[in-house]
């Protein structure tokens, strides 16, 4: 399969999966025997949206000036990726249910696959600039990401 038709396959899947968790939210009857997990559920939800919004802020902020590397991108290499990751995580803690569960991995998987696709596009569309900010900065790991930029100053 080519790797655009992937990628298609791969947005349709998201896109059909979330109108699926929605239409879950409605059906199942999930009873929280510990609610501090749907609190854990909206923090994790935060975090992927806020990684999100950041991420297109600083692109739009920065477009046509070449590799961006500044901001959140200095933190994590794909933060919109990262946050996406998150917000389908966060899923299995606002609805604990297996279909949820299977839902989030499943979408999870397809987004680590275009993070892949994308590092791999990158490095041919910028070469050994990009390979350098490899070096520096975490693909997905936020946590690292952020100790590393402390380490820099």
């Given at each position: 399969m080519k790797p655009k038709t992937k990628e298609t396959l791969g947005y349709v899947i998201n896109g059909i999966s979330i109108a699926v968790f929605f239409f879950l939210l409605n059906v199942l009857d999930v009873?929280?025997?510990?609610?501090y997990l749907e609190y854990i559920g909206w923090i994790i939800f935060g975090l992927g949206v806020f990684l999100i919004v950041a991420s297109?802020?600083?692109?739009v902020r920065n477009r046509g000036k070449g590799l961006i590397d500044c901001g959140i991108y200095s933190i994590v290499r794909h933060p919109m990726y990262m946050g996406a990751i998150l917000v389908f995580l966060s899923w299995a803690f606002l609805l604990p249910h297996w279909l949820t569960l299977l839902l989030s991995l499943i979408n999870i998987a397809i987004v680590y696959g275009f993070v892949l696709q994308a590092d791999r596009r990158n490095i041919d569309l910028f070469g050994s600039e990009y390979e350098e900010y490899i070096e520096r900065v975490p693909r997905l790991n936020f946590l690292a990401g952020f100790l590393n930029s402390f380490r820099r100053v």
């Amino acid at each position: 399969m080519k790797p655009k038709t992937k990628e298609t396959l791969g947005y349709v899947i998201n896109g059909i999966s979330i109108a699926v968790f929605f239409f879950l939210l409605n059906v199942l009857d999930v009873s929280l025997d510990w609610p501090y997990l749907e609190y854990i559920g909206w923090i994790i939800f935060g975090l992927g949206v806020f990684l999100i919004v950041a991420s297109f802020l600083t692109l739009v902020r920065n477009r046509g000036k070449g590799l961006i590397d500044c901001g959140i991108y200095s933190i994590v290499r794909h933060p919109m990726y990262m946050g996406a990751i998150l917000v389908f995580l966060s899923w299995a803690f606002l609805l604990p249910h297996w279909l949820t569960l299977l839902l989030s991995l499943i979408n999870i998987a397809i987004v680590y696959g275009f993070v892949l696709q994308a590092d791999r596009r990158n490095i041919d569309l910028f070469g050994s600039e990009y390979e350098e900010y490899i070096e520096r900065v975490p693909r997905l790991n936020f946590l690292a990401g952020f100790l590393n930029s402390f380490r820099r100053v």
